[in-house]
């Protein structure tokens, strides 16, 4: 059995219930000068959507035969991760503890609402890192289990080299649907955190020929001491758990922290100008802590002319920032047909 066989053959839930389209973006290609497809990852239910699900299709059917009744799962309260893991265990009649970055908001609002209504034990713990966030909730997992819960524990991001092995699956998919456009991939831009997506996406890529160029916009700083080095780690694990022989290196690992900006879920240069350039052209919504970064980034590439056409704009979903009243005022604010118009 080749490689392929054995990642199409994987273990895996159906989350979604359909496959994402791909569309060619008309309107902003012309503004941009450069040919540009979405890969539309957002679309799907309120709690089932985004990049997140395809990681847990195959994660939660390894956690499912592990006889798992209890999740756990940390991140920010912003977190697109932490919500598609709520929604999951409430679809498969799961327990949910989440560990989320930060203090308990004033208002309930974007994923932290959908949290909350899928059912999750909720548990703020303050101003701490990743690896701080990490360690309390191996605190938790204890601390369930010898309470008698068989709990399965999803790292940040739900990152990890079983999980990237979805976005190994979504490459195949996305070429496939581009072929039959009568186009191929040049390349895929995506915002990237804690790496799975990419390390899945850089992995399909090998797997078929190194046919394209992977392209990751780095939007959290300090997810990992080295992160490139981390996201390789993902794609070389993801390929011996399914015996593909192919030599990944560094090299394959095409990541920038220069839209990052002032940080995680803060400013970057070109982001409010971006999200309002897609809407009005396509009627499509970025947000201003994950995708919004990488179109911004594929408008400033594109007018530097460093993008390998046809180029895929891959949407990782996350839309729900919107509706936080601190990213709509800023974006209000920042767009002058709407900056005069109060709120």
Not at 143 to 165: H, K, M, N, Q, T
Not at 241 to 264: K, P, S
């Amino acid at each position: 059995m080749t490689a392929l066989e054995m990642l199409e053959g994987l273990p895996r839930l159906d989350l979604r219930g359909f496959v994402s389209p791909v569309q060619r973006l008309e309107r902003f290609s012309e503004a941009i000068g450069v040919e540009v497809w979405c890969k539309r990852d957002d679309i799907g239910s309120v709690g089932l959507a985004g990049n997140k699900v395809r990681k847990l299709e195959v994660e939660l059917a390894h956690a499912m035969a592990c006889g798992a009744t209890h999740l756990v799962a940390e991140g920010s309260r912003l977190s697109n991760a932490a919500r598609a893991v709520a929604a999951a265990a409430a679809a498969l009649g799961l327990k949910c503890t989440l560990l989320l970055c930060h203090d308990e908001p004033r208002e309930p609002v974007g994923n932290l609402m959908l949290d909350g209504l899928f059912g999750a034990d909720l548990r703020f713990v303050g101003n701490v890192n990743w690896h701080e966030l990490a360690e309390l909730a191996e605190t938790v997992v204890h601390d369930l289990e010898r309470s008698g819960e068989c709990v399965y524990r999803l790292p940040i991001g739900c990152a990890s080299e079983r999980s990237c092995l979805g976005f190994a699956l979504a490459y195949g998919e996305l070429r496939n649907q581009m072929r039959a456009h009568g186009r191929s991939v040049g390349t895929i831009v995506h915002a990237s955190s804690s790496g799975g997506t990419h390390a899945g996406l850089v992995l399909g890529n090998a797997l078929h020929g190194f046919e394209s160029e992977i392209r990751g916009i780095v939007v959290a700083e300090d997810v990992y001491p080295d992160v490139a080095g981390a996201y390789l780690s993902f794609a070389q694990g993801g390929a011996h758990l399914i015996n593909a022989e192919v030599e990944l290196t560094r090299d394959h690992i095409n990541i920038t922290e220069a839209y990052l900006g002032e940080g995680y879920g803060l400013p970057a240069a070109g982001i409010y100008e971006a999200i309002d350039l897609l809407a009005t052209k396509e009627g499509l919504m970025v947000d201003p802590v994950y995708s919004g970064k990488a179109v911004a980034a594929i408008i400033d590439l594109a007018a530097r002319k460093e993008l390998k056409g046809p180029v895929v704009f891959w949407h990782t979903g996350g839309y729900h920032a919107l509706f936080d009243p601190r990213y709509a005022k800023r974006i209000w604010s920042a767009i002058d047909r709407l900056s005069g118009i109060a709120l």
